[in-house]
Nanobody
Framework: QVQLVESGGGLVQAGDSLRLSCAAS????????MCWFRQSPGKEREFVAA????????TYADSVRGRFTISRGNAKNTMTLQMISLKPEDTAVYYC?????????????????WGQGTQVTVSS
């Protein structure tokens, strides 16, 4: 069973940077798709970015492309989301998710494993 734990959220000002981390355990191979979603109050969970754990090109939502970067972390079985030029509309709870397989899905229902989320608040 895959377990995911996010960290790194916080309160920042518009234009600042922040890096989120996701520590994964229970991965049985590299054949996973790892991703970040976010959810604001009253809104559906929104796809942010995804990558195949084995490597390759990442996929980004239009709203974050060019500002966010998803990558594997330096520590074993960690994934990071580097966020720059943050905007107030980036305010949300950010979730790490995993799905066995190499197809990148952008809908939350496709992912079986989720972390507990980490709050990111961007003030104007």
């Amino acid at each position: 069973q895959v377990q995911l734990v996010e960290s790194g959220g916080g309160l920042v000002q518009a234009g600042d940077s922040l890096r989120l981390s996701c520590a994964a355990s229970g991965l049985t191979s590299s054949l996973y798709t790892m991703c970040w979603f976010r959810q604001s109050p009253g809104k559906e969970r929104e796809f942010v970015a995804a990558m195949n754990w084995s490597g390759g090109e990442a996929t980004y939502a239009d709203s974050v492309r060019g500002r966010f970067t998803i990558s594997r972390g330096n520590a074993k079985n960690t994934m990071t989301l580097q966020m720059i030029s943050l905007k107030p509309e980036d305010t949300a709870v950010y979730y790490c998710a995993a799905d066995w397989g190499l197809v990148v899905h952008t809908t939350a229902s496709a992912y079986e494993s989720w972390g507990q989320g980490t709050q990111v608040t961007v003030s104007s």
